[in-house]
T-cell receptor, first 112, second 111 residues
Framework: QQQVKQSPQSLIVQKGGISIINCAYE??????FPWYQQFPGKGPALLIA?????SEKKEGRFTISFNKSAKQFSLHIMDSQPGDSATYFC???????????FGAGTTVTVRA | DTAVSQTPKYLVTQMGNDKSIKCEQN?????MYWYKQDSKKFLKIMFS???????INETVPNRFSPKSPDKAHLNLHINSLELGDSAVYFC??????????FGPGTRLTVT
């Protein structure tokens, strides 16, 4: 049973556009929400992470928005570039929990 | 410079064989993990060791056995390989339950 639901499965965006990926969870014990970026043939790499005490976190062109009451969080990629073409995974873990539950992934393609 | 390394990168073997994948991290982390990524790219944790002690043991066939000789190494041994074991296996490490750093993966193909 997948504890984190991620959508869409894939998206195509023009260079300079905004990519938005959404995730939802049910387990209210989750309190750590990272996003990972994976390029073909490589391992996932941590991109940005958020905890529920803030509603938004921004790092460069990447922003996480977090809605605790709705149990949803999303990744926004601003000014998308061809180099951002990758698979993005959201994940969640509970306090002091070593186990990350991953979403199914979103393949982002940025067209030049 | 490599933070988390795995060997081999590719592994092609026949059904019924036994194989091992090795993982090493030079980040000084105390926790290591094995993940399986299937053909649909879904990532699922299999095992985790903290200071050489098993702390996560998900529902995987007992043909899979992890071994942690020290905090910097975590190996995965698979007995009697089956077609369904074909996947990419990732090792990861972390300091406690903080950010996890993944290795480059081992693509296992069972024929």
């Amino acid at each position: 049973q997948q504890q984190v639901k991620q959508s869409p499965q894939s998206l195509i965006v023009q260079k300079g556009g905004i990519s938005i990926i959404n995730c939802a969870y049910e387990n209210t014990a989750f309190d750590y929400f990272p996003w990972y970026q994976q390029f073909p043939g490589k391992g996932p790499a941590l991109l940005i992470a958020i905890r529920p005490d803030v509603s938004e976190k921004k790092e460069g062109r990447f922003t996480i928005s977090f809605n605790k009451s709705a149990k949803q969080f999303s990744l926004h990629i601003m000014d998308s570039q061809p180099g951002d073409s990758a698979t993005y995974f959201c994940a969640a873990a509970g306090f002091n929990d070593y186990k990350l539950s991953f979403g199914a992934g979103t393949t982002v393609t940025v067209r030049a | 410079d490599t933070a988390v390394s795995q060997t081999p990168k590719y592994l092609v073997t026949q059904m019924g064989n036994d194989k091992s994948i090795k993982c090493e991290q030079n980040l000084g982390h105390d926790t290591m993990y094995w993940y399986k990524q299937d053909s649909k790219k879904f990532l699922k944790i299999m095992f985790s060791y903290n200071n050489k002690e098993l702390i996560i043991n998900e529902t995987v066939p007992n043909r899979f056995s992890p071994k942690s000789p020290d905090k910097a190494h975590l190996n995965l041994h698979i007995n009697s390989l089956e077609l369904g074991d074909s996947a990419v296996y990732f090792c990861a490490s972390s300091r406690g339950n903080s950010e996890q750093y993944f290795g480059p993966g081992t693509r296992l193909t069972v024929t």
